[in-house]
């Protein structure tokens, strides 16, 4: 192989890594735009949000949220209240959402949804042992909850036989 080839060569090889370079510092720039604009209306009280809530943020599933204060003072205040602790990491959250939250709104049932993953008090103010957990309120007080992936005849009994009884 004679000292052209060879240059020849290596001028290819750097070319290519150029352009991956290139290529991957476009992804993290238009990923970084495309978060801040997620992030513009976010209904969280903070921008640092884990990649993974920023990915739920335009997710129809994921319209309830509530803050920990919210969800404290509602508990608080006596009235009803039923709060889906869940995960957007939680694989079995990822199949319980897009049945719960349209069988919550097709019974008219309130269900305000607590992140977990952004707020990790929550694991020990409600003393939550895995996601996901729904717990329905009343007085103040538990009165029920499940816990883990849920089907839908599952998810109607609880609203029939706890939240609307």
Not at 28 to 52: C, G, R, V
Not at 79 to 106: K, N
Not at 112 to 117: M, S
């Amino acid at each position: 192989m004679n000292t052209k080839t060879k240059k020849s060569g290596v001028s290819k090889l750097i070319w290519i890594a150029a352009a991956v370079v290139v290529i991957f510092g476009l992804i993290i720039f238009l990923t970084n735009q495309s978060n801040k604009s997620k992030l513009a209306d976010n209904p969280y009280d903070k921008e640092d949000l884990n990649q993974a809530t920023i990915d739920q943020l335009d997710d129809e599933n994921y319209q309830n949220i509530a803050l920990p204060d919210e969800v404290d003072k509602q508990i608080k205040s006596g009235e009803p209240t039923t709060v889906y602790f869940f995960s957007p990491l939680c694989q079995h959250c990822q199949v319980t959402t897009p049945i719960l939250m349209p069988t919550a709104e097709d019974m008219d049932v309130e269900v305000l949804q607590y992140n977990i993953l952004e707020y990790e008090q929550g694991w020990q103010d409600y003393f939550i042992e895995a996601t996901p957990t729904l717990v329905h309120y009343e007085d103040g007080k538990e009165v029920a909850r499940w816990v883990g992936e849920q089907p839908k005849e599952n998810i109607e009994e609880f609203f029939n036989q706890v939240v609307l009884k």
